[in-house]
């Protein structure tokens, strides 16, 4: 049985405003004011603690931005809004996605595992084609837990199966990785690509599969 590795979407695969180093960071709502017209300052009011029921599925993205964006100036449609802030925040990480393909292309069974609501789950998976990369995405509103919670690894588990090896995790979140450990998966935290493919275990399978190419 090949071991499951998962990787969280943002700040892994998919750039972050919130890396570490600064010169790292990427931000979607850069040109907000002029596209949109709002400002992305007053914009970040969205993300308070009812956020995380939109995260859960517990709340439609659709309806929870109906009621929020008039009171920041928008007066254009919510689905046009949506389609702007998908399409630019989905800035991949080309370099991991080449050695996500190698380890692919060796076997691995590879996954997702991340805090989304539905409407970007699917637009990740679909619209970004990562279903050519991974066997399958786990994340928060369709699990009803999110990470860190003991829960959302327990129900990943459910999805998975029996393991030979720990699950193989990685995630820029410090507070997710330490739950992760604690959980029984190999949980690693990611910065940079080397955080990967400098993982025993990844640089064993890459090299591997370049031996096996050449």
């Known amino acids: 049985m090949s071991r499951a590795v998962l990787f969280d979407v943002d700040g892994v695969l998919v750039h972050s ?3 570490p180093n600064e010169g790292a960071r990427r931000f979607w709502d850069t040109h907000l004011l002029e596209d949109m017209g ?22 439609s993205f659709v ?47 590879l996954y997702l595992a991340t805090n989304q609501e539905h409407l970007r789950a699917s637009y990740l998976w679909n619209e970004l084609k990562l279903s050519h990369l991974f066997d399958d995405m786990f994340y928060a509103a369709r699990l009803g837990a ?21 699950p193989l995790f990685f995630d820029d979140s410090e507070r997710v990785i330490e739950a992760g450990n604690k959980y029984g998966w190999e949980s690693v935290l990611f910065n940079h690509i080397t955080d990967c493919t400098g993982h025993p275990w990844v640089a064993a399978r890459l090299h591997l599969a370049t031996t096996n190419h050449a």
């Open 17 to 19: 405003r919130f890396h």
């Open 38 to 59: 709002v400002d992305p300052v007053r914009f970040q009011q969205f993300f308070g603690a009812d956020f995380d029921q939109v995260i859960m599925g517990k709340r």
């Open 63 to 109: 309806n929870a931005l109906d009621a929020f964006l008039p009171s920041v100036g928008y007066k254009g449609s919510t689905m046009d809004f949506i389609g702007y802030w998908l399409a630019r925040d989905s800035q991949l990480n080309r370099q991991l996605l080449e050695v996500i393909k190698r380890l692919r292309a060796g076997g691995a069974r």
């Open 146 to 166: 999110m990470k860190p919670d003991r829960e959302f690894f327990r129900r990943v588990e459910d999805y998975l199966g029996p393991q030979q090896e720990p």
